[in-house]
């Protein structure tokens, strides 16, 4: 499954085979596009938190840093947390299951899985397991 298989336009298509070498590769690439995109802006988190360690002076100034520090460290857990998924739908690609919902084993469509790649579930499946959720949560 290399990406010489894939031209710089492909798209998967509902009209070929479900998760062919061409599809896998065409996932496998976006996930580790996205994977390096969310690693380069944590690099940056660092260097950015490194540099702004001077204290500020004013109180009102001081409050804003720490909200706005507050607010890229919680974006970079989600990131963090988002790496997980995309290396275990990486690892779903290895061993044969991606693209097949962990609930129903049925395929997740092309469009979801376009919208959101480390998708496990069909939709149908991911809306019952919120419903179920929500119902445990009223509890």
């Not at 479900?18 to 599809?23: E, V």
């Not at 496998?28 to 994977?35: E, K, T």
């Not at 998708?119 to 499946?125: I, N, S, V």
Request: with cysteine; aromatic share 6%; hydrophobic share 35%.
């Amino acid at each position: 499954m290399s990406s010489t298989l894939l031209s710089p336009d492909y798209v998967p298509s509902d009209d070929e085979e479900f998760m062919n070498d061409r599809m896998l590769a065409f996932f496998r690439n976006r996930l580790l596009d996205w994977r390096a995109e969310l690693l380069r802006d944590s690099d940056q988190t660092i260097q950015n938190l490194q540099e702004e360690t001077r204290q500020e002076a004013d109180i009102a100034d001081r409050a804003s840093s720490e909200t706005d520090r507050a607010l890229e460290l919680r974006t970079r857990d989600r990131g963090r947390k988002l790496i997980s998924k995309i290396d275990a739908a990486l690892g779903r690609i290895e061993d044969g299951s991606y693209g097949f919902c962990t609930e129903t084993g049925e395929p997740i469509s092309l469009r979801r899985l376009m919208a959101r790649p480390i998708a496990t579930m069909t939709l149908q499946a991911q809306e019952r397991h919120e419903r179920m959720e929500r119902m445990h949560r009223s509890d």
